[in-house]
């Protein structure tokens, strides 16, 4: 999702785009080879094995083996090809439960994160430690930059390893068709922030070309919305006219996670696209697509 967004800005940069069916980087040997055949200046690390809340809880070893391996074999071989800086995404999810927020990263270290995606969390946090490491030890540019969730075009809509938005479309969508209800976890009313993909991928060239800092950086839009709300906006969008049944005996995830973007905006002045006008974007590339977008078809 976030790849493909780059396809839509204005740059003087050449783009290779790569993918889990060019190369498989839980492979060392893999990884090798995708920076031989095309010898990047520089990296935008988006590659991870990603999901929602019930993946997550699902599939805790799987999640921290192949993040920890995918990130491990991409910083190693970029300092052994001598690539001249790699920007790594992390997540919200690196911060403590129990953190003071809004969300700094000075607190990323600060104590376990939320036991729902504990193992994804720790892997990401290992991303930024081996970030640093190899920039103190090798001299490596190696940056990391933190979203909060992301949604838009070509997003994974697989409906148990996806995450809040894609899955919610696909469900009302569905449901529309079939002329039924929608069964959405938790209680709704959960606080989210939410960036569309395109936004993102504006944020991150901004930080290949200018931030070389060893701090990670909140990059998100600070917006906060209930799920509630955007189950609500989503049923306007693609039709859904059926009830929407919350299951409270099912986790709803932390109540909030507000991120602090204000070092980023600082420095860039970035406006994000409005959520509405993302959200819109985003429902109707699906039903055009539909069924043939990924985690569907």
């Given at each position: 999702?976030?790849?493909?967004?780059?396809?839509?800005?204005?740059?003087?940069?050449?783009?290779?785009?790569?993918?889990?069916?060019?190369?498989?980087?839980?492979?060392?040997?893999?990884?090798?080879?995708?920076?031989?055949?095309?010898?990047?200046?520089a990296?935008?690390?988006?590659?991870a094995?990603?999901?929602?809340?019930?993946?997550?809880?699902?599939?805790?070893?799987?999640?921290?083996?192949?993040?920890?391996?995918?990130n491990t074999?991409?910083?190693?071989?970029?300092?052994?090809?001598?690539?001249?800086?790699?920007?790594?995404?992390?997540?919200?999810?690196?911060?403590?439960?129990?953190?003071?927020?809004?969300?700094?990263?000075?607190?990323?270290?600060?104590?376990?994160?939320?036991?729902?995606?504990?193992?994804?969390?720790?892997?990401?946090?290992?991303?930024?430690?081996?970030?640093?490491?190899?920039?103190?030890?090798?001299?490596?540019?190696?940056?990391?930059?933190?979203?909060?969730?992301?949604?838009?075009?070509?997003?994974?809509?697989?409906?148990?390893?996806?995450?809040?938005?894609?899955?919610?479309?696909?469900?009302?969508?569905?449901?529309?068709?079939?002329?039924?209800?929608?069964?959405?976890?938790?209680?709704?009313?959960?606080?989210?922030?939410?960036?569309?993909?395109?936004?993102?991928?504006?944020?991150?060239?901004?930080?290949?070309?200018?931030?070389?800092?060893?701090?990670p950086?909140?990059?998100?839009n600070?917006v906060?919305?209930?799920?509630?709300?955007?189950?609500e906006?989503?049923?306007?969008?693609?039709g859904?006219?059926?009830?929407?049944?919350?299951?409270?005996?099912?986790?709803?995830?932390?109540?909030?996670?507000?991120?602090?973007?204000?070092?980023?905006?600082?420095?860039?002045?970035?406006?994000?696209?409005?959520?509405?006008?993302?959200?819109?974007?985003?429902?109707?590339?699906?039903?055009?697509?539909?069924?043939?977008?990924?985690?569907?078809?």
């Amino acid at each position: 999702m976030v790849g493909t967004a780059f396809k839509s800005i204005k740059s003087d940069h050449e783009f290779v785009y790569v993918g889990s069916s060019d190369y498989d980087l839980r492979a060392i040997a893999a990884c090798e080879q995708m920076f031989l055949d095309h010898a990047p200046s520089a990296v935008i690390h988006l590659a991870a094995k990603v999901g929602g809340v019930k993946a997550n809880t699902d599939y805790l070893g799987d999640f921290f083996l192949e993040n920890i391996l995918i990130n491990t074999n991409v910083l190693e071989t970029a300092k052994k090809f001598r690539v001249e800086k790699v920007v790594s995404l992390l997540s919200t999810c690196v911060y403590p439960n129990n953190v003071n927020y809004p969300l700094t990263v000075d607190q990323i270290h600060n104590g376990p994160p939320h036991p729902s995606n504990y193992a994804y969390a720790h892997a990401k946090r290992m991303l930024d430690v081996q970030s640093r490491a190899y920039r103190d030890q090798h001299g490596c540019n190696f940056i990391t930059a933190i979203p909060n969730n992301l949604f838009g075009e070509n997003d994974n809509f697989h409906l148990e390893n996806s995450h809040v938005i894609p899955a919610i479309i696909r469900k009302m969508y569905e449901a529309m068709l079939a002329q039924s209800d929608v069964v959405l976890w938790g209680d709704g009313t959960p606080l989210r922030e939410f960036t569309y993909a395109k936004d993102l991928a504006r944020a991150i060239l901004l930080l290949v070309e200018e931030y070389n800092d060893r701090v990670p950086v909140n990059i998100g839009n600070t917006v906060e919305i209930s799920i509630k709300e955007v189950a609500e906006k989503i049923a306007t969008r693609v039709g859904f006219t059926g009830e929407i049944i919350w299951k409270t005996d099912l986790p709803s995830g932390q109540q909030r996670k507000p991120s602090d973007n204000s070092k980023f905006l600082e420095q860039f002045a970035m406006k994000y696209t409005q959520f509405d006008e993302a959200l819109t974007n985003a429902c109707e590339w699906f039903i055009i697509n539909y069924p043939n977008v990924r985690g569907v078809s």
